[in-house]
């Protein structure tokens, strides 16, 4: 099964080193969109800022962005 990182971006980012192996791209949009939800409600003096959680596979490629707000 691939591996994904999530990585929350605005003009910097801050890495998912680790990742998280998952069964497919739709199952990493998922995730990242909970994900996403999970930080806006935790940590609201992120939201209009412009943050994401960005969502790319084991080659580096860009799969999702997931917007806080």
Known sequence: MPRYHFDLIDSK?????????LEDVS??????????????????ELRGKGYKVLVTDEDGERIHEAPLD
Request: glycine share 8%; aromatic share 0%; net charge positive.
């Open 27 to 44: 199952m990493a949009i998922q995730v990242a969109n909970r994900l996403a939800r999970e930080l806006s409600t935790a940590r609201p």
């Open 13 to 21: 980012t801050v890495a998912d080193h680790g990742g998280q192996v």
